[in-house]
């Protein structure tokens, strides 16, 4: 098995994956701390009858759904630092590329597999 990536490009890779990890993680705790400590506003008040009568609180339930499963990626992304998978693409098994890693760490397939991911019509 030869992964594409040089020991020491994956190093680099895995320090930016848990830095990126370290700091969503301390953006979501600064998020649920500010939510806790907060008095209600107006607005506020305004925005809870709101959510209240529609059952849909937008802004909050996205963020954080979007946060966890960015978290999970990098999550991902540290197991498969962590046993030689990482740079390998998902679907293909071809290479990755250590430019688009560094661009984006938690990548799971190469250029040309995400276009054709992308172009896929959006489920249902
Ligand atoms: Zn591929």
New binding site residues.
Partial sequence: MSNPLTPSQINELKILVQRQRQALLGLMQAQQAEVLQHEPSDSEMEHSARVAATGINEADESLANLHELEIASYERALQRLGSGDYGV??????T?GYARLKAWPTAL??????EVVERRPARV
Avoid at 89 to 94: E, I, P
Avoid at 109 to 114: D, E, I, L, P, S
């Fill in positions: 693409c998902s679907d293909c098994g071809g990755i397939r190469c250029v040309k597999c995400q």
